[in-house]
């Protein structure tokens, strides 16, 4: 089966490797149990076990209300993708059984999990095959595959808006020295084919999606309409979730509010980010 490439937390939260053998750490959850909560979109609250891929083609860098600079909440598999874990389809499946327990929804996430297609199908496929779960896939909808699309129940595609742009001031604030993608962020960052591909591949009986917008500013109520959603056919209002920016409670605090009002007036969704509540900053949770 394929080769594929996590980042380091690879299949998480879990408590036994691909035999059954207990792990000597407990998961980063603090619970002695496999698994965690969905923390974010319309299945928030969901149990679930996680996948993370590594590798982004965006580096993303927002600039909150009081100008303070929050970067990609996962750097370890953007910015810094190094403690990588190389694995194969294989085993990730047999992780993922392994931990499963009553558990019933999966997650893939990243960095980009769509930079590796050819594996993600072949995961996916997998887990379809031999478990009965459901799996959601986080993408920033720049990529689409047909394939892949094929074993996904719930996209949940999180186009980047332009504050999300690592402008060289930003770059220079956080000391970080420009090259590959930092610089084609900008042109990456909005791909209406392969968001309309997204919402059609929705359009299909059981699947569903999800378009989740992190939000600092007002102004960007105009941006998500006629940047993206003007341009877009067969989405509804509820599947369109606006979720505040800020990686910690303090950073939230200064948008909430704002994010709710917009969301209200539009008829779309607000959409809490609960693990920041449960686990503050904390990866592998
Ligand atoms: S698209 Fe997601 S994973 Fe990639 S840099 Fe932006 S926030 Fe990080």
Redesign the pocket.
């Known amino acids: 089966m394929s080769q594929l490439v996590l980042a380091n937390e690879g299949v998480f939260p879990i408590t036994k490797d691909k035999s059954g053998n207990p792990l000597t750490n407990l998961p980063a959850t603090g619970l002695s149990i496999p698994g965690t909560i969905q923390g974010e979109g319309k299945l928030a609250g969901t149990s679930a076990l996680f996948i993370r891929f590594s590798s ?5 860098i927002w600039q909150l209300p009081n100008g303070k600079l929050s ?5 370890y ?3 810094n993708a190094l403690e990588n874990i190389q694995t194969n389809v294989r085993d990730v499946v047999d992780l993922v059984k392994q931990n499963l327990g009553d558990i019933k929804h999966v997650v893939i996430t ?3 999990p769509l930079i590796q297609k050819v594996p993600l199908a072949q995961l996916a496929s997998t887990l379809k095959k031999e478990t009965d779960v459901h799996i959601t896939l986080e993408t ?1 909808g ?1 990529l689409f595959d047909e394939e892949v699309a094929k074993h996904i129940d719930l996209f949940s595609v ?1 186009p ?1 808006l332009a504050n ?1 742009n690592p402008h060289f001031h930003k770059l220079e604030a956080l000391g970080l020295n420009p090259s590959g ?1 930092l610089i084609f ?1 900008g042109e990456k ?1 909005v791909n209406i084919k392969a968001l309309q591909s997204f919402i059609d591949a929705a359009n299909k009986p059981c699947k569903d999606i999800q378009l989740k917008f ?1 939000v600092g500013r007002p102004e960007e109520d105009s941006e998500i309409y006629h940047g993206f959603l003007k341009q877009l056919k067969g989405w509804k209002p509820t599947d369109i979730l606006l979720m505040p920016l800020g990686a910690n409670k303090d950073e939230l605090a200064q948008t909430i509010k704002m994010v709710m009002e917009m969301a209200i007036r539009r008829g779309w969704r607000y959409a809490p980010r609960v693990h920041i509540e449960l686990f503050g900053a904390k990866a592998g949770v």
Do not use: I
Not at 56 to 60: P, S, T, V, W, Y
């Open positions: 982004c083609n965006l580096r993303c970067r990609c909440d996962t750097p598999a953007s910015f990243g960095g980009e920033n720049t999180s980047k999300s993608p962020h960052r992190v």
